[in-house]
């Protein structure tokens, strides 16, 4: 090699910067530098060039920075502490970048929002079919609001009506009663006197059904006019 003058680092340079511009200076090719450093020349032209990502690692990067700077007569250790402080500068940007244009760092948090998504897709499911299944197989729900469980009245005319939830039809003592879109119905029966039970089902959709009873005095009244003498 040619000999030279060994020369200071400037330190308003990277690097690579100063390590070929003092090959340069020295008139070495870096061909010739590959040949006695045993570096391959595409390592000496990222070291210069700040290529720093195009070396196989931190550790070699490093190495061959100090035995660039030593076969160049310069400061291996000083030369070392620059390439860190310059790496200090350049590695949030670059870790920036990866998380921005490496599809491999989103993929486990992919990953984990598909199977949350299938996960909640699953029980939305589950509880839908528990709903569905309560709602359509289950017993229907049926409550009558009039008449009461025992009553007594004297007029002939009985109301009766109420409200079922899951149901297809209701019937009043076998007979088909009118429904309403919201569950509820309403029928008006005509009783003679005496004792009557009344037999409410609600018919489920999937075949079971709900039965309620309701017992209805309607007692006789008395005729106008008469005058009953508890006297006697």
């Known amino acids: 090699m040619n000999s030279f003058v060994s020369k200071q680092i400037i330190s308003t340079q990277t690097i690579g910067e100063q390590l070929g511009k003092v090959r340069e200076g020295a008139g070495l090719s870096l061909d010739s530098l590959s040949k006695f450093l045993r570096i391959k020349r595409v390592y000496l032209e990222a ?7 195009e070396l196989p690692g931190e550790i070699y990067c490093l190495e061959f920075i100090k035995r660039y700077a030593t076969a160049l007569r310069m400061d291996p250790e000083k030369a070392s502490r620059l390439y860190r402080a310059e790496r200090k500068t350049i590695q949030p940007h670059e870790q920036a970048w990866r998380l921005f244009t490496n599809p491999r760092v989103a993929r486990p948090n992919a990953r984990w929002i598909g199977r949350i998504a299938a996960f909640s897709v699953v029980l939305a499911f589950s509880w839908y079919a528990v709903l569905f299944g309560k709602s359509v197989l289950g017993s229907p729900n049926l409550e009558v609001a009039s008449p009461t469980e025992y009553s ?4 002939s005319k009985v109301v009766i009506s109420g409200t079922a939830r899951g149901t297809r039809s209701i019937l009043l003592n076998g007979e088909s009663v009118p429904m309403e879109q919201d569950g509820s119905f309403l029928e008006t029966l005509s009783l003679a006197p ?3 039970v009344l037999r409410i089902t609600a018919l489920g959709r999937a075949g079971k059904e709900n039965t309620v009873y309701r017992a209805v005095l309607v007692q006789r009244r008395a005729p106008k006019g008469l005058v009953v003498n508890n006297n006697l």
Do not use: L, V
Not at 47 to 53: D, F, H, L, P
């Open 194 to 196: 005496g004792y009557h």
């Open 152 to 155: 007594e009245t004297q007029n």
């Open 47 to 53: 070291i210069e060039s700040g290529s720093y990502a």
